[in-house]
């Protein structure tokens, strides 16, 4: 994996998870918006979109939905990040790969986006 889009309106979480994975010689964009998010998947292609359930006013459970119906996004791996359960509890309706519940530790986000990523993997071979 070379590159990830991380979609959240928290200017520290952002932050946190670029430094995070810039250390690992990642490439990391970001967006807080519906619009930044459809901008920065087709100049960047990301490997992985780690996308918050809340936007502002956006709901990242209906992007996410719009991304994985498209023809050219549905292999591209999404995991929704959300601070409310509830609003994790029916990601496979909107065909997220994967949940991430706020807050969360840096292992556990590791550990899932390995995990989502390898299953990728699997599926496009």
Do not use: W
């Not at 502002?56 to 959300?82: A, F, N, V």
Request: charged share 30%; aromatic share 4%; with cysteine.
């Amino acid at each position: 994996m070379d590159s990830i889009l991380i979609a959240d309106d928290s200017a520290e979480l952002l932050e946190m998870i670029r430094a995070i994975y810039c250390r690992r010689n990642l490439s990391i964009s970001k967006a807080s918006s519906r619009n930044e998010i459809f901008s920065m998947i087709s100049q960047v292609k990301p490997d992985l979109v780690l996308l918050d359930v809340h936007l502002g006013e956006e709901d990242g459970r209906g992007i996410c939905k719009e991304l994985k119906e498209m023809d050219e996004y549905k292999q591209m791996p999404i995991i929704l990040m959300s601070g409310d359960h509830e609003k994790l509890t029916n990601h496979h309706e909107v065909l997220a790969d994967d949940i991430l519940e706020k807050p969360f530790r840096i292992e556990t986000i590791l550990s899932k986006i390995k995990a989502v990523t390898a299953n990728n993997k699997r599926v496009l071979s």
